[in-house]
């Protein structure tokens, strides 16, 4: 059973809000010390919240930053404003966001609606770059908040005093920084959402979750900054990232999708497993197999998804439904020769049909990961393996005299051999396929090095 872990209280959180291109992003980049959340000089680039732990001396927060807030009547604009107003509600501490330049009608708009959590809501004005500035806040203090700090993200001005503020109000409300134990990498397991754009990974992601997080609509290009969550499945914590969807390079025209799409690429560093979702509907395509392999190359888990499959299978007999399937999951084999040993689903993401099953075979996945075998009993198996099938090196010298595993996720072997020079490569595919088979590697990408001892 899946358990979200987002509707439990996991550290104090700190929510960035203000209306579209104050600077909230730049603001989260330099409380965080990093370049986390895309900044941009259009508006409305931040749609889904983008989380992150930040340590302010001994206390550990989750600062959230948010979409911003506006007026506009798009179907995406009216999705963020009322992710940012329910992110208000559910935060412990409010910063919102205003301009230098003064107070317009959309940021009124909002703060009349926030009036309501006013003991939780420090007023920061940003871009407040010089003294003559921060001496004409009059019409800012006219709003009424007790708590009002003049700051300029960009050059980092007044910074200090802002993470005061948030100490101290951390601190008054009680909060001491130990409800959120510090985990070490190995005991989560790290799940990185790629595709295309429009194949349903955001909805997956809500579905593991189990609620609403990542914005869901029907044009593609809607997620941009990587979101994720947390939740439990069989004992297990698991950490979930949704990306932006990767096109080609000469599809990516605009300078927001392609730091976007550079995020989802860089994802795959810090994954355990990638998850692949690719639209039953409409097939596999080069981009697909691109993903593919750059996950491959860097010997992360991968398990190929394809989604949408109640909409391609909709008015067909259960028959006529697994004949489809073979034939796609033999075309999917097809056209992804390298990865013959990835577990290969079919999902709906929408109904939750078939993602138990894609659980427990992350489960799967990502034990064959971290899986170490003993260099004895795997130079046993080396004997036999070479009884079987001798190297091809006639009237030649040419041994392999031990093996050890040298890493695991990605998992790694090294054979030393007494000539490297007249080693077979070739025969490091037998050796693969029989570590597959004998020591159950067989749903991971493997490394074979093979050196001169």
């Not at 355990?272 to 979702?277: R, S, W």
Request: proline share 3%; charged share 25%.
């Amino acid at each position: 059973m899946i358990s979200s872990l987002n509707t439990e209280k996991r550290s104090f959180q700190v929510g960035i809000l203000g209306r579209p291109n104050v600077g909230k992003s730049t603001l989260f980049n330099r409380l965080l010390g990093q370049h986390r959340a895309i900044t941009h000089a259009a508006p409305g680039v931040t749609r889904d919240a983008v989380e992150a732990r930040i340590r302010i001396r001994d206390l550990e927060l989750m600062l959230v930053d948010t979409g911003g807030y506006n007026q506009e009547p798009g179907t995406i604009e009216r999705q963020v404003a009322a992710k940012s107003t329910l992110i208000a509600e559910e935060c412990d501490l409010i910063l919102l966001v205003v301009e230098a330049g003064g107070v317009n009608s959309e940021d009124l708009d909002f703060i009349q609606r926030l009036r309501r959590y006013a003991d939780k809501l420090i007023l920061v004005v940003n871009k407040v770059d010089s003294e003559n500035q921060a001496m004409n806040l009059g019409e800012f203090y006219a709003l009424g908040f007790d708590r009002l700090i003049a700051v300029s993200a960009a050059h980092g001005r007044n910074i200090d005093s802002l993470k005061d503020s948030i100490y101290e109000y951390a601190a008054l409300s009680g909060y001491t920084g130990t409800e959120t134990p510090g985990k070490q990498r190995s005991s989560t397991i790290h799940l990185t959402i790629l595709g295309k754009p429009n194949t349903g990974k955001s909805t997956l992601l809500n579905r593991f979750l189990r609620t609403e997080k990542s914005l869901v609509t029907e044009i593609p290009g809607t997620t941009r900054d990587p979101v994720e969550g947390h939740f439990h499945y069989r004992g297990h914590e698991l950490e979930v990232v949704d990306t932006a969807g990767i096109r080609r390079k000469s599809k990516v025209k605009e300078a927001v999708e392609y730091y976007s799409v550079n995020r989802s690429i860089k994802s795959i560093e810090e994954a355990d497993v990638v998850l692949l979702v690719i639209d039953a509907v409409d097939g596999i395509s080069d981009q697909d197999k691109k993903i593919a392999s750059l996950a491959a190359r860097r010997g992360r888990g991968i398990i190929l998804i394809l989604n949408k499959w109640d909409k391609l299978v909709e008015g067909k007999g259960k028959s006529h439904a697994e004949q489809l399937w073979r034939e796609l999951l033999d075309r999917t084999r097809f056209l992804f020769p390298t990865l013959s040993y990835a577990p290969c689903l079919r999902i709906s993401a929408v109904s939750g049909w078939g993602v138990s099953r894609l659980l427990d075979t992350v489960l799967v996945v990502f034990e064959q990961l971290q899986r170490t075998i003993a260099t004895p009993r795997l130079n046993q198996l080396l004997h036999n393996w070479i009884s079987e099938y001798a190297l091809p090196v006639r009237g030649r010298n040419v041994k392999i005299r031990y093996a050890t595993q040298t890493g695991v996720n990605p998992v790694r072997f090294l054979f030393f051999v007494n000539n490297l020079r007249g080693y077979p490569r070739r025969y490091n595919q037998y050796l693969s396929g029989r570590i597959r088979r004998d020591l159950g590697f067989d749903r991971i990408p493997l490394f074979i090095d093979v050196r001169e001892s």
